[in-house]
Nanobody
Framework: QVQLVESGGGLVQAGGSLSLSCAAS?????????MGWFRQAPGNEREFVALIRWCSGQPYYASSAKGRFTMSRDGAKNTVNLSMNDLKPEDTAVYYCAHTSVLGFPTRPSHYDYWGQGTQVTVSS
C-alpha cells in the first residue's frame, strides 16, 4: 500500500510560478517504481503531465509541460516535486500525484495504482 499526499497548490497570475510536492509513504521504492503527475480540469479527462523513474531520477514530460515544468525527487524524504514556471490559464486544474510499477514511461492513468487526493492550481489571466 502506498500513501500519497500532495501540497503546494494555489492561485497564481499568468506567467507566475508554483511548486507542488508529493509525500510518499508505505513502502521502500525500487527501480520498478515511478511517480507521476496528472491534472484534471472540470469537464476534461485526467491528463498526464510528467513522471520520474524513482531510482534513476530520469524525468519524462508531456509536450504541454516540456520547457516549463521540472519534476524532481528526493529519495531521502520520499518526495517528488513539480516546479511549474510560466504558468498559463490553461494549466488550471486539480493536480494529482500517482504511483506506478509499470516500466518505461507510462502516461495513461490506468497504468497508475495509487493516487493522492489532489491539489488545486488556479492560474488567472
Amino acid at each position: 500500500q502506498v500513501q500519497l499526499v500532495e501540497s503546494g497548490g494555489g492561485l497564481v497570475q499568468a506567467g507566475g510560478s508554483l511548486s507542488l510536492s508529493c509525500a510518499a509513504s508505505g513502502r521502500t521504492f525500487s527501480s520498478r517504481d515511478a511517480m507521476g503527475w496528472f491534472r484534471q480540469a472540470p469537464g476534461n479527462e485526467r491528463e498526464f503531465v510528467a513522471l520520474i523513474r524513482w531510482c534513476s531520477g530520469q524525468p519524462y514530460y508531456a509536450s504541454s509541460a516540456k520547457g516549463r515544468f521540472t519534476m524532481s525527487r528526493d529519495g531521502a524524504k520520499n518526495t517528488v516535486n513539480l516546479s511549474m514556471n510560466d504558468l498559463k490559464p490553461e494549466d488550471t486544474a486539480v493536480y494529482y500525484c500517482a504511483h506506478t510499477s509499470v516500466l518505461g514511461f507510462p502516461t495513461r492513468p490506468s497504468h497508475y495504482d495509487y493516487w493522492g487526493q489532489g491539489t488545486q492550481v488556479t492560474v488567472s489571466s
